[in-house]
């Protein structure tokens, strides 16, 4: 497509007109359930192309969804702005099956605003991680320490597991009186599982690949 003007002329949905069935709302992921609340056309200077920019409020969760799109020889197509961020249905094939299970629901929580989930989850997460990677130890910061020793996490890395431990201990080990995990904490823990997990399986995974390339 070299021009907007193109839009729907040979690829797209069947029909002149704008079809909501398949267009999901990115809020609340609802499909199709839309009113259009606003119109406006745009006709092509010495054409016949119009294309339109409709307002479409959710009939779910009253979210508003702006969708640009234009007809062709029996065909229309569409952007549409905001669009759903990707769901997240799996972790990593090369990670541990816990760990990327733990991970998932830290995610998920983490997009739902469930804080204290979130930061249980990425703490559980990291837990299984370490001793994954064979740490020895009668608690959290044990397993920590002695991978340190070992040499497996560096010095950085041990100093922000700390911290990831510590913001994390609230929810593990929950009081009756204890306050809400606040959502920076929760972002910080998952922030710092997924660097984690990039040191611990994603690069080592990359320098293994880089190596086989170089040897054949």
């Not at 499909?31 to 009939?59: A, I, S, W, Y």
């Not at 197509?77 to 997240?88: A, E, G, H, M, R």
């Not at 990593?92 to 299970?101: I, K, L, N, S, T």
Request: glycine share 6%; charged share 25%.
């Amino acid at each position: 497509m070299n021009s907007w003007w193109d839009l729907g002329e040979w690829s797209g949905n069947t029909g002149k007109d704008l079809s909501t069935h398949s267009i999901e709302c990115p809020f609340c992921s609802e499909r199709g359930n839309f009113d259009t609340e606003h119109h406006v056309e745009k006709k092509q200077p010495n054409g016949n192309k119009v294309l339109n920019f409709d307002t479409l409020k959710c009939g779910n969760c009253a979210s508003y969804v702006m969708v640009f799109w234009s007809a062709g020889h029996r065909l229309h197509s569409y952007k549409v702005l905001p669009w759903p961020l990707n769901k997240l249905e799996k972790y990593p094939e090369h990670w541990p099956e816990a760990v990327g299970r733990y991970w998932l629901q830290a995610k998920r929580n983490l997009k739902d605003g469930n804080w204290d989930a979130a930061a249980l989850m990425a703490r559980s997460s990291l837990q299984v991680s370490l001793r994954e990677q064979k740490a020895k130890g009668n608690n959290l910061k044990q397993e920590i320490d002695h991978l340190a020793a070992e040499g497996i996490l560096p010095k950085i890395i041990q100093e922000w597991a700390h911290n990831v431990r510590e913001l994390g201990n609230d929810s593990a080990h929950p009081k009756p009186d204890q306050p809400a995990t606040p959502p920076e904490d929760a972002k910080d823990i998952v922030g710092f599982m997924d660097y984690l997990f990039e040191y611990l399986y994603t690069l080592p995974k990359q320098i293994q690949e880089y190596r086989a390339r170089k040897n054949s």
